[in-house]
Every structure is written in C-alpha cells, then in structure tokens.
C-alpha cells in the first residue's frame, strides 16, 4: 500500500535559517504530493502541491520537487520567520480520480523558530 | 465564507461511554471525509462521503464507528462504546470536487477516553 514517511522532529531554527524537512513516499504509479501546515489552534492548510514528476510546488516561500527517482518531496524554505513554527505533514494522493481525497499522511515534524 | 467547522473541540470520556462528533462543511462542498491522529502518529483516512452516501469507508476501524451525513449537509461520527485506543483528534475535511478538489480542514476534535 502507500506510504509517507517523514523526518522525525522536533526542528528547532533560529529566524533566518534555512529549513529542509524530508518526506519519501511509496506508491503504484504517479501520485499527486502535498504538504499541508498545521499551525496552533488552527485546522490542516494545504501549504504546497505537485501532481506530476519535476513539479514544484510553491508557496509563501517554501519549495518541494517531486523527485521520482528518488521518491521524494522534501520541503524546502531558504530563510525562516518565528511566524512559520508549525506542524508540518507530508501527504500523497491516488493519481486523479475519485480517490484523490484519500491522502496518506506522513508523520508530521513539529518546527519551531526562534527569534 | 465560514470554513470547515468541528465540534466539540475537546472531549473527554470514560471508556464504555458514547462520544458524538460533528463536522459542518463548507456550504456546497459535496465530499466530506473524516481523519483520525492517534497518539502524535500520523493521520489516517476514515472515509469518505458524497453527499450523503459512503463513497469509501474503508479505514473505519471497527463496527463502534458509524457516520451519518444527513440530507448531504453536516456529518456525525459516533463512536460507542467508546475504547481508550480510540483517542485521538478527529480531523473533518470538506472539498468541491473529488477529482481535483482541494480538501479543506477543520480544527480537529479532540477525544480523550479515560
């Protein structure tokens, strides 16, 4: 079946640094790769996607490829605020069709910037 | 426009008891899903509605969970009898379209069965 897997936190960053959170997945065929934030007291908000291998996706400064050679969607942000702590989950879905809201989720890596 | 709505936010219950979760979904969202985290691990699918049928429950657990979606408006999740292994947050999604939709969230409830 389909798997995520995350690198394990806690992450803790000073403001400024450069964040990399890593997440491989297994699956049949071609996927579509999400990540999605959690910040405090607040509900999953989709951060990022790609649904086809070399995408990027994109958003508020954070980056993630979809390697397929290597399975990977590792998340990138190349200077972090106090503003970004957060959970942070690694997803997939089933290729396009009814299935597509059925994500397998990582573990999650709980960030935390420091001033 | 309101989002995903959840409550309770928290509950707490002594196992053998009967917890009843409810989702709001964002108006005109067809597909409803319920997710689960247990213990910090990571989040799984429940199921999955359109409108008010059962598009796919194949992650519910076991025969003491039973959702309903009413009139394919809000959905219920009960649990009953509750088990200390069922807690957890309980995390409701809502999207337009189940193909390329987006899934929108809630807050999550959270279940503690003591």
């Known amino acids: 079946g389909n798997s995520v897997t995350q690198m394990e936190g806690p992450v803790t960053l000073s403001e400024e640094a450069f964040l990399t959170i890593n997440c491989t997945y297994t699956?049949?065929?071609?996927?579509?790769l999400f990540w999605y934030v959690q910040y405090p007291g607040e509900g999953l908000q989709l951060l990022l996607k790609?649904?086809?291998?070399?995408d990027k996706g994109s958003n508020k400064g954070f980056e993630a490829t979809y390697r397929k050679e290597t399975t990977s969607f590792h998340l990138e942000k190349g200077s972090v605020q106090v503003s970004d702590s957060a959970v942070y989950f690694c997803a997939l879905s089933p290729p396009w069709g009814t299935s597509y809201g059925k994500l397998t989720f990582g573990q999650g890596t709980i960030l935390t910037v420091h001033p | 426009e309101a989002g995903v709505t959840q409550f309770p936010s928290h509950s707490v219950i002594e196992k053998g008891q009967t917890v009843t979760l409810r989702c709001d979904p964002i108006s005109g969202h067809d597909n409803l899903y319920w997710y689960r985290r247990v213990m910090g691990k990571e989040i799984k699918f429940l199921l999955h509605f359109v409108k008010e049928s059962k598009q796919d429950e194949s992650g519910m657990p076991n025969n003491r969970f039973l959702a309903e979606r009413t009139g394919g408006t809000y959905s219920t999740l009960k649990v009953q009898p509750a088990e200390l292994e069922d807690s957890g947050v309980y995390f409701c999604?809502?999207?337009?379209?189940?193909?390329?939709?987006?899934?929108?969230f809630g807050e999550g409830s959270r279940l503690t069965v003591l």
């Open positions: 790609a649904t086809k291998a070399d």
């Open positions: 999604a809502s999207s337009q379209d189940s193909i390329t939709g987006e899934l929108f």
């Open positions: 699956a049949t065929g071609y996927p579509s």
